[in-house]
């Protein structure tokens, strides 16, 4: 409960808070978050495209770049704002729409080479998602990899694991 004995959590969320969370709500927040990347991404181009018509305007044209290098900077823009948003918060924006943290096996915020390692499995083998919708603990292939766990949690900051209800 927070101060004056309300509570962050929603009344219809109480009965899920710190259980496992399912595929859908899990997909739902990868969107978000390759949302959240890929506007960064087309912001820091326009940004650079607006530096250098500002230095010689006679001769601009949009700056092009190969596919490969598109798709580089995709993945490793990603793999470090989850890296980041996962070792510092326990979650990403989609993660925090969707009411959910990533916790590590001690039931704490994940430490950043754990974040890292599950971030770069997260980007390079996104389809391991689905492995929650079969699991029995709503484990996705990077959960089993790096022995993690993603919870519904409403909480402004990380419960320790011992308080949260139905873990």
Excluded: K, N
Excluded at 11 to 34: M, N
Excluded at 48 to 77: C, H, K, M, N, Q
């Amino acid at each position: 409960m927070a101060e004056g004995g309300v509570s962050p959590v929603p009344r219809e969320a109480r009965g899920y808070q710190g259980h496992r969370a399912g595929v859908v709500s899990r997909l739902t927040a990868a969107v978000i978050d390759t949302a959240v990347v890929a506007l960064g991404l087309v912001a820091a181009y326009l940004a650079g495209a607006g530096l250098l018509f500002l230095i010689d305007p006679r001769s601009f044209e949009l700056p092009a770049a190969s596919w490969l290098f598109s798709i580089t900077t995709a993945l490793v823009a990603m793999a470090l704002y989850l890296t980041l948003a996962w070792s510092l918060a326990g979650r990403t924006y989609g993660f925090h729409l969707m009411g959910l943290r990533l916790l590590g096996p001690d039931g704490e915020t994940p430490g950043p080479t754990r974040a890292f390692l599950r971030a770069v499995l997260y980007v390079l083998f996104p389809v391991g998602l689905l492995w929650c919708a079969v699991s029995r603990e709503s484990s996705s292939v990077q959960d089993l990899l790096v022995r993690t766990r993603v919870v519904y949690d409403w909480q402004p900051r990380a419960m320790h694991h011992e308080q949260q209800p139905g873990t």
